[in-house]
Structure formats: structure tokens, C-alpha cells
């Protein structure tokens, strides 16, 4: 499955997220462990994307 995560703060924001649904994840273990697998995954697969992005340009005139 591919989505297209548009975000005004780009990948910081993105990030960010993955951040939220591992920490999240962790508070589920004991009460939701299915629930904890799937955000974890779901971390997983958008940090994947980020990864997977071309490094930003350096603008060398200034």
C-alpha cells in the first residue's frame, strides 16, 4: 500500500510522527499489543518513505 503524506512542515513533521506512533505504541504493549504492532509498523513503513528521499539540495550561492 503507498500513500502520498503531504505536510507543511515537510519531513521534520513526518518525523515527527513516526516518533508519536512509536512512543504510543509502547504505552499500548500491555492493553493493546495488536494495536502497538500495527503503529509500529505503520512507523515503520513512513520512515522507510523518508528514507528513501533524496537528499535535500545544499544552495551554494549566497
Known amino acids: 500500500m503507498a ?3 503531504r505536510l507543511p512542515g515537510g519531513t521534520d513533521d513526518a518525523a515527527e510522527i513516526v516518533e508519536a506512533l512509536l512512543t504510543a ?16 509498523a505503520l512507523a515503520e513503513a513512513i520512515g522507510d518513505g523518508l528514507d528513501a528521499l533524496p537528499p535535500p539540495r545544499q544552495d551554494t550561492n549566497t
Open 3 to 5: 500513500a502520498l503524506l
Open 25 to 40: 505504541a509502547d504505552t499500548r504493549d500491555a492493553h493493546a499489543p495488536a494495536q502497538a504492532t500495527r503503529w509500529r
